[in-house]
T-cell receptor, first 111, second 114 residues
Framework: EDQVTQSPEALRLQEGESSSLNCSYT??????LFWYRQDPGKGPEFLFT???AGEEKEKERLKATLTKKESFLHITAPKPEDSATYLC????????????FGKGTRLHILP | NAGVTQTPKFQVLKTGQSMTLQCAQD?????MSWYRQDPGMGLRLIHY???????DQGEVPNGYNVSRSTTEDFPLRLLSAAPSQTSVYFC?????????????FGPGTRLLVL
């Protein structure tokens, strides 16, 4: 059973069309939830860490939010350069600091 | 700072061969880890280390060994390569600052086992 599930698997948007990516998790106690961006052929690039329900963080056109069961990555007025795979990961409390990744959402922004 | 570096960028092995994937970081991070990334699957943790001299197994440790003799280096050894180990391998290091963890990834090593 997947502990971290991301949806949708892939998303195509027009430039300027805002949307949200979802990350749901089923760990018993959350220590932290992470968002990364990964470009083809490169390593993941850290975006945000969220620790408690209700927390929000922003960076340029991206805003990450957290509830007790899921996190959303909101993309406002995206540009073609926002095209990438977005990865979500969770760190479970009392599990030796291991970080578990979801399979990612492939985002493609059309000009 | 160079960040997290990995060598080689690409490697082809024959079944049964052994090799070491190198990983180094110059940020003085205590925590380092190795992941593999396969199509249709998330990043999976192979081994990790919370500091020099301390290592532990992740989700998929079989067929791999690690050691951590210094803070900077965290090599991953494939003992006897198998086609199932064909993958992209990422090394990462992380630190805690004021209660926030930040993880940095290297550029990856693409491994093909024939």
């Amino acid at each position: 059973e997947d502990q971290v599930t991301q949806s949708p698997e892939a998303l195509r948007l027009q430039e300027g069309e805002s949307s949200s990516l979802n990350c749901s998790y089923t760990v018993s106690g959350l220590r932290g939830l992470f968002w990364y961006r990964q470009d083809p052929g490169k390593g993941p690039e850290f975006l945000f860490t969220l620790y408690s329900a209700g927390e929000e963080k922003e960076k340029e056109r991206l805003k990450a939010t957290l509830t007790k069961k899921e996190s959303f990555l909101h993309i406002t007025a995206p540009k073609p350069e926002d095209s990438a795979t977005y990865l979500c990961a969770v760190q479970e409390r009392n599990r030796d600091d291991k970080i578990i990744f979801g399979k990612g959402t492939r985002l493609h922004i059309l000009p | 700072n160079a960040g997290v570096t990995q060598t080689p960028k690409f490697q082809v092995l024959k079944t049964g061969q052994s090799m070491t994937l190198q990983c180094a970081q110059d940020m003085n991070h205590e925590y380092m880890s190795w992941y593999r990334q396969d199509p249709g699957m998330g990043l999976r943790l192979i081994h990790y280390s919370v500091g020099a001299g301390i290592t532990d197994q992740g989700e998929v440790p079989n067929g791999y060994n690690v050691s951590r003799s210094t803070t900077e280096d965290f090599p991953l050894r494939l003992l006897s390569a198998a086609p199932s180990q064909t993958s992209v391998y990422f090394c990462a290091s992380s630190y805690y600052d004021r209660g926030q963890e930040t993880q940095y990834f290297g550029p990856g090593t693409r491994l093909l086992v024939l």
